[in-house]
């Protein structure tokens, strides 16, 4: 490797920002992408709203890296509790009791949807999500899954298997094998079922327990609350509700993975609280710590608990409740709190919703507008009237140029990073974000969509 460094070179403080991103692209897999066109940007510092390159060139992170950073970067005080924990206890087993491990059970219990009160620690979404389908099965002596298509819960065997989204493909036959079977997606705009079902009355939620009726052996349903990657799919309010009754009448249990919905971001704490629906198991992760350190959790109902007094609680791994993860957790709990940035997602709502259905109105390839809190998509399409994307799933796979990308390599070269996903971008900076760093982003936007405009029909 031309780049490969021997002895005292090897710091990095003598490594220059090519050298750093070479080693990186030479020596790591870039992750859910061909290799040969990764080009891993130099992130050197990160405050606020915004990170930094190695040249010194900020940018306005306005999904929030992984739509995870809610605290946005550098939190004085989550910094700190990563430190404090570090001097108190950095490691002890899963099967000890710790001061950190006691402190965050508490304040979860103060944050969660009530009746949500017994914990497993993981390390990430994926892992939490793993826990879920565990549990879900051992208490219902049931063994199967059913996810919906556009989806995301993770790159793990069984978190994958019940992914709806292309990840999933190279996998095959993943779902057959973990005994994964999917449902329709909520999504209003581009309605699914709607050519069977013009009349909708919700008719995804009424799929499902046809789903339930006609396979055997149903354990639980998983849903993201509101869609994150796919999307940022806002169901109808009638939809969980219904869900809700649909899973008790059948004796199935709701799983709902609020990793990425979850912590504020949708103007609640979580987001099955927008419809006052209480889940059998909460799956998050990401906001938790505002990722300044891998956590994730799987919460159940005290009814889901009280099976395993007397039956074996057959999971678990060397990082669970790992000390030096729950410590900052629970002083992102508490600066969530003291800045009351949940309810300033709910407050910054309309300013959003305004200025992009302005974009809306202003650009012919903006086909939709949806979101809550600050957690919103912009749907490109090439045709609004039949609704046809520029891009297709099998074409992010297939390594075809994307129109998403395109407008996003244009906004970053402006100093403004946002998510694209095939046909859609990922609106949902830090919760501290200010109005002008609001403006500043989506003027972005609006600026370098005329590059999706001048390829619609």
């Given at each position: 490797?031309g780049t490969?460094?021997t002895g005292?070179?090897?710091?990095t403080?003598?490594l220059t920002?090519e050298?750093i991103a070479?080693?990186t692209?030479?020596?790591?897999?870039g992750?859910?992408r061909?290799?040969k066109?990764?080009?891993?940007?130099?992130?050197?510092?990160?405050e606020?709203?915004?990170?930094?390159?190695?040249a010194g060139k900020?940018?306005?992170?306005?999904?929030s890296?992984?739509?995870?950073?809610?605290?946005g970067h550098?939190?004085?005080?989550?910094?700190?509790?990563i430190?404090?924990?570090?001097r108190?206890?950095?490691?002890a087993?899963?099967g000890?009791?710790?001061?950190?491990?006691?402190?965050?059970?508490e304040?979860?219990l103060e944050?969660?949807?009530?009746?949500i009160?017994?914990?497993?620690f993981a390390?990430?979404?994926?892992e939490?999500?793993?826990?879920?389908?565990?549990?879900?099965?051992m208490?219902t002596g049931?063994?199967?899954?059913?996810s919906?298509?556009?989806s995301?819960?993770?790159?793990?065997?069984?978190?994958l298997?019940?992914?709806?989204?292309p990840?999933r493909?190279?996998?095959?036959?993943?779902?057959k094998i973990a005994?994964?079977?999917f449902a329709?997606?909520?999504?209003?705009?581009d309605?699914?079922i709607k050519?069977?079902?013009?009349a909708?009355?919700i008719?995804?939620a009424?799929?499902i327990e046809?789903?339930?009726?006609?396979?055997?052996?149903v354990?639980?349903i998983?849903?993201?609350?509101v869609?994150?990657?796919?999307?940022?799919?806002?169901?109808p309010?009638?939809y969980?509700p219904r869900?809700?009754e649909?899973?008790?009448?059948?004796?199935?249990?709701l799983?709902?993975d609020?990793?990425?919905?979850?912590w504020?971001?949708?103007?609640k704490?979580f987001a099955?609280d927008?419809?006052g629906v209480k889940?059998d198991?909460?799956?998050?992760?990401?906001?938790?710590?505002?990722?300044?350190?891998?956590l994730?959790l799987?919460a159940?109902?005290?009814?889901?608990?009280d099976?395993f007094?007397d039956?074996?609680?057959s999971h678990g791994?060397?990082y669970?409740?790992?000390?030096?993860t729950?410590?900052?957790a629970v002083?992102?709990i508490e600066?969530m709190?003291?800045?009351k940035?949940v309810?300033?997602?709910?407050?910054?709502?309309p300013?959003?919703?305004?200025?992009l259905?302005a974009l809306?109105?202003?650009?012919?390839?903006?086909?939709?507008v949806?979101?809550l809190g600050l957690?919103?998509a912009?749907e490109?399409?090439?045709?609004?009237?039949?609704?046809q994307?520029?891009?297709t799933m099998?074409d992010k796979?297939?390594?075809?140029p994307?129109?998403v990308?395109?407008v996003?390599?244009k906004?970053m070269?402006?100093?403004?990073s946002i998510q694209?996903?095939?046909?859609?971008?990922?609106?949902?900076?830090?919760?501290?974000?200010?109005?002008?760093?609001?403006?500043l982003g989506?003027?972005a936007?609006?600026?370098?969509l005329g590059i999706a405009?001048a390829?619609a029909e």
């Amino acid at each position: 490797m031309g780049t490969q460094l021997t002895g005292t070179e090897s710091t990095t403080d003598s490594l220059t920002s090519e050298q750093i991103a070479s080693i990186t692209r030479e020596t790591n897999y870039g992750t859910w992408r061909f290799q040969k066109s990764w080009k891993p940007l130099y992130v050197a510092d990160a405050e606020g709203c915004w990170f930094t390159d190695g040249a010194g060139k900020r940018y306005l992170d306005f999904s929030s890296q992984l739509m995870c950073v809610n605290l946005g970067h550098k939190n004085p005080r989550v910094v700190e509790a990563i430190a404090e924990q570090a001097r108190e206890l950095c490691y002890a087993a899963p099967g000890y009791a710790t001061r950190s491990r006691a402190r965050l059970s508490e304040k979860l219990l103060e944050v969660l949807p009530k009746g949500i009160e017994k914990f497993f620690f993981a390390t990430s979404g994926t892992e939490a999500n793993e826990a879920a389908f565990k549990i879900a099965r051992m208490v219902t002596g049931k063994n199967k899954i059913i996810s919906r298509y556009r989806s995301y819960h993770g790159s793990t065997a069984g978190s994958l298997a019940a992914t709806g989204d292309p990840r999933r493909w190279a996998m095959e036959p993943a779902g057959k094998i973990a005994n994964v079977v999917f449902a329709p997606e909520t999504n209003c705009y581009d309605c699914p079922i709607k050519h069977t079902y013009p009349a909708c009355n919700i008719a995804c939620a009424d799929y499902i327990e046809h789903m339930i009726r006609n396979e055997s052996d149903v354990a639980a349903i998983i849903v993201e609350p509101v869609v994150g990657t796919n999307g940022v799919l806002v169901p109808p309010p009638e939809y969980f509700p219904r869900l809700r009754e649909i899973c008790d009448r059948h004796g199935v249990l709701l799983i709902a993975d609020e990793v990425m919905a979850g912590w504020g971001r949708t103007g609640k704490w979580f987001a099955v609280d927008n419809w006052g629906v209480k889940p059998d198991i909460l799956v998050t992760a990401k906001g938790i710590t505002s990722a300044y350190v891998p956590l994730g959790l799987c919460a159940t109902t005290k009814k889901i608990a009280d099976y395993f007094e007397d039956h074996y609680f057959s999971h678990g791994h060397t990082y669970e409740a790992h000390p030096l993860t729950l410590g900052p957790a629970v002083a992102t709990i508490e600066e969530m709190q003291r800045l009351k940035l949940v309810e300033r997602a709910a407050e910054l709502e309309p300013y959003v919703r305004a200025k992009l259905e302005a974009l809306k109105a202003k650009h012919v390839s903006v086909g939709d507008v949806r979101g809550l809190g600050l957690f919103f998509a912009v749907e490109l399409v090439k045709n609004r009237a039949t609704k046809q994307p520029f891009n297709t799933m099998r074409d992010k796979v297939e390594g075809k140029p994307l129109v998403v990308d395109q407008v996003a390599a244009k906004m970053m070269a402006q100093g403004v990073s946002i998510q694209g996903w095939v046909s859609h971008f990922v609106i949902a900076p830090p919760l501290i974000v200010t109005k002008e760093e609001l403006d500043l982003g989506i003027a972005a936007l609006d600026e370098h969509l005329g590059i999706a405009d001048a390829l619609a029909e």
